[in-house]
């Protein structure tokens, strides 16, 4: 038999070097000369020069950026992974750092210094004209946060649990009263509107004065009242203040998860059983040009609608002035189209090709022609003289205007129309369904709004764009979640899952570099 020679033992003149081993072309050298090129005077103040040398932190970014790269998320299996990896001890130049350094280092050193890196990143890519960063494509999805799925948190449980401790307190007044001696009863008594320590306590004593100043026959009752008065001494007080904690941590959002406050209970997209999935997650955003992702953020809310302005700041506070400003035109989906967010694109000059929630309804003919006579989009509207004429030719004139803010802060204006007499009119049933004359509201910067955005997205260039953002967004979450297996986060609290999502949004920047 006939066979290549094969002696482990065979000396060699000159040893085999890593280099020899990693083809020009491979993705690790790529991360190697971008993050070389890039500066990490951000990264290098999270360091003290007091106690022992530390890993270089180029070394542990170039470490932590390609094990994204490669689909390794555990920081046990980097630490493998540089003992065992020809890549990974070729970049590391034979460094073995164990899995608790990895550790800290993505989750703390990382935190203050990543944006930065990550923006530097972009802008080399925008030096080597594979993005211009003048029209933006934004998306959002919904990712599981690495948080029990049942340690939930709801603001209404708690609003109403307050509320059942109010009536409790005032029906346990209410009966120690009727059973008190006249110089025990209050002549004011108390308000029972909202509930508190204090309320709680002083309510408890005077109720418990009562109590004992009553010679009433119904024993079984009072013994009753009594236990019910002890339970709320020794409970309500306790339970009000666990409730105060979790209003705080809850701040203007509906639920938390015990085990990762800062997660929000999501609804999920449906299973392959369609089955809508309710589970504590994060919001993150993108914004993306040719399928680069040009910034993320995270966030806790459950709808797109009220992330919009947030991302922009944080892309311009990442970028700069100078850079946001050269941002031509922004495209989304129907859940960013708000007055609010309109009103900012037209301050800062950025042309939205964003749909409102019922543009798409509005190019279908059935949709059209089902709301042809009836809906407030198609009734005629005066704007010189400022009335509505309804499908029979009544006029429906302004009776007020009004206001309402959002969650945000945000002050929209109202106007109200009315019809004069809607009684006897033929085709009543068909026009509306209140028992008065019919109204309806117009929020005319909104519709202003609205129809500078249909004329947009309507144009020919509106077209291209929608047909684009369907290719140039929407894949990178795909790609992500299902290449990439990035389904739910390993990392707890908003900070760290901020430098997870990035991690991951570098990685597939420099994957598609290469491609």
């Known amino acids: 038999?006939?066979?290549?020679?094969?002696?482990?033992?065979?000396?060699?003149?000159?040893?085999?070097?890593?280099?020899?081993?990693?083809?020009?072309?491979?993705?690790?050298?790529?991360?190697?000369?971008?993050?070389?090129?890039?500066?990490?005077?951000?990264?290098?103040?999270?360091?003290?020069?007091?106690?022992?040398?530390?890993?270089?932190?180029?070394?542990?970014?170039?470490?932590?950026?390609?094990?994204?790269?490669?689909?390794?998320?555990?920081?046990?299996?980097?630490?493998?992974?540089?003992?065992?990896?020809?890549?990974?001890?070729?970049?590391?130049?034979?460094?073995?750092?164990?899995?608790?350094?990895?550790?800290?280092?993505?989750?703390?050193?990382?935190?203050?210094?990543?944006?930065?890196?990550?923006?530097?990143?972009?802008?080399?890519?925008?030096?080597?004209?594979?993005?211009?960063?003048?029209?933006?494509?934004?998306?959002?999805?919904?990712?599981?946060?690495?948080?029990?799925?049942?340690?939930?948190?709801?603001?209404?449980?708690?609003?109403?649990?307050?509320?059942?401790?109010?009536?409790?307190?005032?029906?346990?007044?209410?009966?120690?009263?009727?059973?008190?001696?006249?110089?025990?009863?209050?002549?004011?008594?108390?308000?029972?509107?909202?509930?508190?320590?204090?309320?709680?306590?002083?309510?408890?004593?005077?109720?418990?004065?009562?109590?004992?100043?009553?010679?009433?026959?119904?024993?079984?009752?009072?013994?009753?009242?009594?236990?019910?008065?002890?339970?709320?001494?020794?409970?309500?007080?306790?339970?009000?203040?666990?409730?105060?904690?979790?209003?705080?941590?809850?701040?203007?959002?509906?639920?938390?998860?015990?085990?990762?406050?800062?997660?929000?209970?999501?609804r999920m997209k449906e299973d392959h059983m369609k089955n809508g999935q309710l589970k504590p997650a994060y919001n993150p955003q993108i914004s993306t040009e040719n399928q680069f992702i040009l910034n993320y953020t995270i966030h806790q809310n459950t709808n797109d609608t009220g992330t919009l302005q947030q991302h922009l700041e944080n892309f311009k506070e990442s970028y700069g002035e100078e850079v946001f400003s050269q941002i031509e035109a922004i495209t989304t989906d129907a859940g960013y189209g708000s007055e609010e967010n309109y009103e900012y694109l037209e301050e800062n000059g950025i042309d939205a090709y964003v749909k409102y929630n019922t543009f798409d309804k509005e190019q279908d003919q059935n949709y059209r022609q089902k709301h042809k006579t009836f809906s407030k989009e198609n009734l005629h509207y005066n704007e010189e003289m400022d009335f509505y004429v309804c499908p029979m030719g009544q006029w429906m004139e302004k009776t007020h205007e009004s206001s309402r803010r959002t969650k945000n802060g945000f002050e929209q204006k109202l106007s109200h129309y009315q019809a004069k007499n809607c009684e006897g009119c033929p085709i009543r049933s068909m026009c509306h369904g209140s028992k008065n004359n019919r109204s309806l509201e117009r929020n005319h910067n909104l519709e202003r709004h609205k129809q500078k955005a249909r004329e947009l997205l309507k144009s020919e260039e509106g077209i291209k764009k929608r047909k684009k953002r369907c290719w140039d967004v929407e894949p990178v979450f795909a790609q992500l979640k299902h290449n990439h297996n990035f389904k739910r986060f390993t990392l707890k609290s908003l900070k760290k899952v901020e430098i997870e999502f990035g991690l991951h949004a570098l990685a597939h920047n420099l994957r598609k570099k290469v491609a």
């Open 1 to 266: 038999m006939n066979f290549k020679p094969y002696n482990q033992n065979q000396l060699v003149l000159f040893p085999h070097s890593f280099d020899d081993l990693i083809s020009s072309d491979h993705p690790v050298r790529i991360v190697n000369d971008v993050l070389d090129n890039i500066k990490i005077d951000p990264l290098l103040r999270a360091y003290s020069a007091e106690g022992n040398p530390s890993y270089h932190p180029r070394m542990m970014l170039k470490v932590m950026v390609f094990s994204y790269m490669e689909n390794t998320y555990s920081s046990r299996k980097i630490e493998k992974a540089l003992r065992e990896n020809v890549l990974f001890m070729w970049l590391s130049n034979m460094t073995i750092v164990d899995h608790n350094t990895i550790a800290r280092f993505r989750s703390k050193k990382l935190q203050s210094a990543f944006k930065d890196v990550f923006t530097q990143v972009v802008m080399l890519l925008a030096e080597e004209g594979l993005i211009t960063l003048k029209e933006i494509f934004t998306d959002g999805t919904k990712i599981e946060a690495q948080a029990g799925r049942y340690t939930f948190v709801w603001g209404k449980s708690i609003k109403t649990n307050k509320e059942k401790m109010l009536r409790q307190l005032e029906d346990l007044w209410v009966y120690a009263e009727s059973i008190a001696s006249d110089e025990d009863k209050d002549p004011e008594p108390p308000e029972f509107k909202e509930i508190s320590k204090e309320k709680v306590r002083e309510t408890a004593q005077k109720i418990d004065r009562m109590l004992k100043g009553s010679d009433t026959v119904d024993k079984k009752g009072k013994a009753k009242a009594k236990a019910k008065l002890n339970y709320i001494k020794n409970n309500f007080e306790k339970n009000l203040e666990k409730y105060e904690q979790q209003e705080e941590i809850l701040g203007d959002r509906g639920s938390y998860s015990k085990t990762d406050p800062d997660a929000t209970f999501m």
